[in-house]
């Protein structure tokens, strides 16, 4: 009777123990992480990444000896913007200054677009270990990227042609994204859109002269030809 006594003790004590440890860790958040839908988690036990990448749902964790880091894989866009470069960030959605570059005669000249990128949700793990962390990977990978692609098509035009190419411009900004991409281990290219190609305002002064020039003289030569 005094074993099965003392069974039953120690059982119900196991189920306390159990209780007041779950609840600490609910309370604490600490011992569990959630991933959601649309998510991967890079967990670290110790000093080191562990290669698996974790899925939606609820994983249990070592405290303190077990860490994780939980990253959308959902396509995030960049946006470089003249006026909107100095807003917050969202997780989807990053505001950047407008990419700059400079032609062949060394004028300064300045892309607005958007590229859309999406994370490797399979290489998040490998991402973690080669560069350190998502925000690091990002911004080699990604950003450096982008304004590399920008800066070395804009070296192929001039300022005094390139309003009038815009078409050649976002062909070859394309294809050296395309192909920068296509290297790229953690991350894959959605899309791409050219907004606007900004010439110093002097110079754009000139070119919108030059071109009111040039209409009103077509305008004078047809009332003559009339």
């Known amino acids: 009777m005094n074993k099965f006594v003392k069974t039953i003790g ?18 604490t958040g600490t011992g569990f992480v959630i991933i959601n839908d649309g998510e991967r988690g890079v967990q670290k036990s110790g000093t080191k990444y562990d290669m698996t990448e974790l899925t939606p749902g609820y994983h249990f964790l070592i405290p303190v000896y077990q860490t994780v880091d939980v990253q959308t894989i959902r396509p995030q ?16 959605l990053i505001y950047e200054p407008v990419l700059k570059g400079i032609d062949q005669k060394g004028i300064e000249i300045k892309l607005a677009l958007s590229i859309e990128v ?15 962390d998502y925000l690091n990977s990002f911004y080699k990978k990604v950003l450096q990227t982008n304004r590399e692609a920008v ?14 190419k815009r078409a050649e411009v976002e062909k070859v900004l394309t294809e050296l994204i395309q192909a920068s991409y296509a290297k790229n281990p953690y991350f894959t290219l959605v899309g791409i859109n050219l907004k606007d190609i900004v010439v110093p305002d002097e ?8 071109q009111s020039a040039k209409q009103d003289a077509l305008v004078s030569a047809e009332l003559i030809v009339k």
């Open 151 to 164: 800066q070395s098509t804009l070296s192929r035009f001039s300022v005094d042609t390139i309003m009038d």
């Open 77 to 92: 866009l960049i946006n470089y913007s003249t006026t909107e470069g100095n807003k917050e960030d969202s997780t989807l």
């Open 118 to 132: 999406r994370p490797v949700a399979e290489q998040l793990a490998e991402m973690y270990r080669d560069d350190g």
């Open 203 to 210: 110079i754009r002064k000139k070119q919108l002269e030059v």
């Open 10 to 27: 120690v059982f119900f004590a196991i189920i306390l123990i159990t209780s007041v440890t779950l609840g600490m860790m609910a309370y």
